[in-house]
């Protein structure tokens, strides 16, 4: 190998080569000892491969990086200019060279590539297009490219003049070649449309020129099409690079890349618009969403892309069913701003009452958040002016309310650590606006310090709630409102857009007096706090109570405990100032009762139903879907019904798939599973796939319809469900009717099932073609296995299904929550819609394909063999 890179040197001293050609001959003298014995037919010894020796492949690798390096200005491969094209074509005229010149230009390329295009694969049209120009195509079979990649077609077009005289070439040509070869056979050697005589003549033209050489040729035509704005992807189609970075180099290393620059006066634009909130720094995304901040379209914030499985249903907004709000408070004067005055959370109060160290220790980090900036992340930041502070989107009016009740103050001479974008979200259900307050540190918050957060899913409160005689919904009233900010009003300083008059004077700067919702920690305090209230009735035996932050729910079967709990947290509340709203019943507010006999003779009423609970509405043991989110998912349907009919009603990307979204979340609460609607699934995916706007519109054909109309209809009917929670997966095999493990292969499926009275069974059976792919075996040998115990079992038995398959377990319903047991791949869908079907408290467990002991009998399973059951004696299962 040493001998090898010092023979290429010597050369390479002697004939002054450069570095990329010194890395090709190092390859090429590789290539030729590796295969010497094709070249020396006589040669009966080892094949040489000199790559695998560390001397050898180090010379190499540093020949190729010194080639890549000292690259960046190839000689005599400057670009062609337009200029110089016009002058070598005047030189060419009338030879064969000017026809190649010609299509070499302007299919943008590599000379020798063109040279040997076959006649048969040129198409010229006939006729000019709106611009002039003619279009024109070419299959290219030989040259590097087609060496490379294979075959690949170039499309461009050429001016009329030009294409004229091309198509009367290429029809001699043509001619020519089947005079020659009048029974061409498609193995034989293809006719090239130029001979090597012409690429000489159009080479020597070119050596004329000091910079210029053949490559030149392909390079200006790309360089000329980039000037004119062509972006890269439109370049690449012409240059059939299948990489970005080989189509730079030819751009001069990405210096005449519109699309790069572009992209970078377009960068610069957003970050003129940017706010620099600390101190000089770029301003970093709000923490409130992937969507928001610089990730959105010009640095603002954009609404997220719908979710298959919200958190919450849709609003309105995102269905289309309020095309008349135009993003501005113009639209809604009356509604009112919701911004009330409230006392303050008695903190000592409510610290006093807990008992449990750890609730304790969690509370007082909350309020250390209420107090102190130095979990804010930014204390070493310098001050901000004035200018830096944020502009928040309030009218006078709401600016003079907010003063009113105590939410802001005015700032005075105070320092600014931080500034506070505001404004005010829509709630239309409610028919007011919710001021939010974004906090500029929400980037650099300590999240570690923040309280955690934790709710029962929507299954476990449905299953918890229903059961119960007795019921109570509390609702803290303005609840963040009520938490005093003491000491970090410096940090949260907020700025109008005009002067607002208050105490004889003229403020524009005010600062935060009370917890703002759009803080990293306001979710955190104000459920901690609530924890803190409760906790005494989370201890109380017949009693269940669960929160979602400001809400509080107690539920009883005892009408003693019942009113034991209820009349305790209002205690409790009542001793730390904690205001609380009245009860909605029936559509109308009552004030919290404090008698017993009221409180039981409501809890009773809300018990029985119909009671409305975070958007479901329970009815006694049953639970539903709330009226009015029924009323939103008929409105939806109707308006995709009449954009299907009337091409005037305009629905976007965005609107179906919440309308996909809307179901899912009301399927969720009436037990219905996406298993059965799997092609309201493929709907979803195939949606969410397409490139484009989420506002762009899409159209609805009866097709998508028919889609929709079955999971459609069951939701609309909305009828009560007993709520079901799967419960968790047992370890014990006698606490299942069955246990099965299961494999596949290609040719067959196979398992071994044991049944509760000790009895073990092998079934396999074969495939009537091959599978090459686990991703269907796998599934449908389960499949298998299921339909087989669903003729020997009755509908209900618990069952487990033990595979190798990864899938089968991670798709599987998850217990509490009930998400899950439902695929896109269709032979895994079909495997959970069989299973849950007969046995809705099925699980799924994962066992190491080594260590499957189907494994054999699935394997042993021969191409078309029917089912084979039997019974097998002294087997450790």
């Known amino acids: 190998p040493k001998a090898v890179v010092e023979m290429v040197l010597r050369e390479a001293r002697k004939r002054h080569w450069a570095w990329s050609t010194i890395s090709s001959s190092l390859s090429t003298v590789a290539s030729a000892l590796r295969d010497l014995q094709y070249y020396v037919p006589s040669y009966n010894g080892a094949v040489i491969d000199i790559r695998t020796d560390p001397y050898f492949r180090g010379a190499a690798s540093h020949a190729t990086r010194k080639a890549r390096v000292t690259a960046l200005r190839p000689q005599k491969s400057a670009p062609l200019s337009y200029a110089d094209f016009d002058v070598l074509e005047s030189q060419l005229r009338g030879s064969d060279a000017w026809y190649l010149l010609q299509l070499a230009w302007h299919l943008a390329a590599r000379v020798g590539d063109t040279r040997r295009l076959d006649p048969e694969n040129v198409r010229i049209a006939d006729a000019a ?64 449309a130029f001979s090597q005589t012409a690429q000489r003549e159009l080479s020597v033209a070119l050596g004329r020129f000091p910079d210029h050489s053949c490559r030149s040729i392909r390079r200006g035509a790309l360089v000329c099409n980039a000037r004119a704005g062509a972006t890269d992807a439109e370049l690449q189609l012409l240059s059939g690079h299948k990489r970005r970075d080989t189509l730079l180099r030819y751009l001069g290393w990405g210096h005449e890349s519109t699309e790069a620059a572009g ?23 709000m923490k409130m969403g992937r969507w928001s901040g610089f990730n959105g379209e010009r640095g603002r914030r954009v609404r997220a892309p719908p979710s298959l499985f919200p958190r919450q249903a849709p609003p309105s907004s995102e269905l289309g069913l309020q095309d008349d709000y135009d993003g501005t408070q113009d639209a809604f004067k009356d509604w009112t701003l919701h911004a009330h005055a409230v006392s303050t959370v008695n903190l000592p109060a409510v610290r006093a009452s807990i008992e449990s160290d750890d609730l304790r220790a969690a509370f007082d980090g909350a309020v250390s958040l209420l107090q102190s900036a130095g979990c804010y992340g ?64 929400n980037p650099f918050f300590q999240q570690s310090l923040v309280p955690p957060l934790s709710y029962p899913s929507r299954v476990e409160r449905r ?14 009233f303005a609840w963040f ?13 907020v700025r109008s857009a005009m002067p607002i008059r208050w105490d004889n004077a003229e403020h524009e700067l005010f600062c935060l007096e009370r917890l703002p919702m759009g803080a990293t ?5 104000a459920n901690t706090t609530t924890w803190a209230l409760m906790e005494p009735i989370i201890r109380m035996d017949g009693v269940f109570v669960t929160s979602m932050v400001d809400n509080v729910i107690i539920c009883s079967n005892e009408p003693d405990r019942f009113v034991e709990a209820v009349r305790l947290y209002l205690t409790r509340a009542q001793r730390c100032s904690a205001d609380l709203n009245d009860i909605e019943v029936a559509g109308r507010k009552v004030p919290v009762p404090s008698d017993p006999d009221d409180i039981l003779r409501l809890g009773a009423q809300l018990g029985s139903g119909p009671a409305a609970f975070l958007g479901e509405e329970y009815v006694g043991s049953r639970v539903r879907n709330q009226p009015r989110k029924v009323a939103k998912l008929m409105a939806a349907f109707a308006r995709m019904r009449d954009a299907c009919d009337d091409p005037r009603v305009v629905v976007t990307r965005r609107q179906l798939a919440s309308f996909v979204g809307l179901c899912s979340w009301m399927a969720n609460t009436l037990n219905v599973s996406l298993r059965e609607h799997w092609d309201v699934l493929r709907l979803f995916s195939r949606v969410a796939q397409q490139v484009g706007s989420w506002d762009m519109q899409l159209p609805v054909t009866p097709r ?13 009917a909305n009828q009560p469900v007993v709520p079901h929670c799967p419960p968790l997966p047992s370890l014990v095999d006698d606490d299942y009717a069955a246990v099965a493990i299961v494999d596949a292969s290609g040719t067959g499926y196979g398992a071994y099932v044991r049944f509760t009275d000790g009895r073990i069974f092998e079934v396999m059976g074969g495939w009537h073609g091959h599978l090459r792919h686990s991703a269907w075996a796998e ?27 990864g899938a089968m377990c991670h798709g599987q319903l998850r217990p509490g929550s009930a998400t899950g047991g439902f695929s896109l791949a269709y032979h895994l869908n079909s495997f959970f819609r069989a299973l849950y079907s007969f046995s809705p408290d099925a699980a799924v467990f994962y066992v190491e394909g080594p260590e499957n002991i189907a494994d054999a009998p699935s394997r042993a399973a021969r191409l078309g063999s029917p089912q084979i059951v039997k019974e097998v004696f002294h087997m450790q299962f």
């Not at 409102?481 to 300083?493: A, E, I, K, T």
């Not at 998508?704 to 609309?716: G, I, N, Q, R």
Request: glycine content about 10%; proline content about 8%; aromatic content about 10%.
């Open 704 to 716: 998508v319809l028919d889609v929709l109309t079955p999971l459609y209809t069951v939701l609309a």
């Open 129 to 192: 297009g709106a611009h002039g120009n003619v279009a024109v195509e070419a299959l290219f079979t030989e040259g590097k490219g087609a060496f490379f990649w294979g075959p690949y077609t170039i499309h461009s077009t050429m001016p009329a003049p030009v294409a004229k005289q091309l198509k009367a070439f290429f029809h001699e040509r043509r001619q020519a070649a089947r005079r020659t070869s009048p029974q061409r056979d498609p193995g034989d050697a293809p006719y090239h």
């Open 521 to 525: 920690q306001s979710c955190g305090v």
């Open 481 to 493: 409102d009520q938490f005093p900010l003491l000491g970090v009003g410096s940090y949260h300083v």
């Open 779 to 805: 599934p449908i040998g389960g499949l298998k296995i299921v339909e087989w115990l669903r003729g020997r079992l009755p509908r209900g038995a618990r069952i487990a299904v033990v595979t190798d398959h």
């Open 378 to 441: 930014i204390a070493d930041r310098p001050l901000l002016t004035a200018s830096q502070v944020p502009v928040s989107k309030f009218t006078h009016e709401q600016w003079t309310r907010f003063l009113e009740v105590g939410k802001i103050r005015p700032l005075g001479g105070q320092e600014i650590r931080s500034g506070v974008r505001g404004f005010a979200v829509p709630q239309p259900a409610k028919r007011r606006w919710r001021p939010v307050f974004e906090t500029l540190y």
């Open 263 to 285: 992209a970078a006066a377009s960068r610069a634009t957003k970050l003129s618009r940017a706010v620099t909130p600390m101190g000089g720094d770029v301003a970093a995304p």
């Open 463 to 476: 299953r918890c709630i229903s059961g119960y005689t007795y019921r109570l919904e509390l609702d803290h």
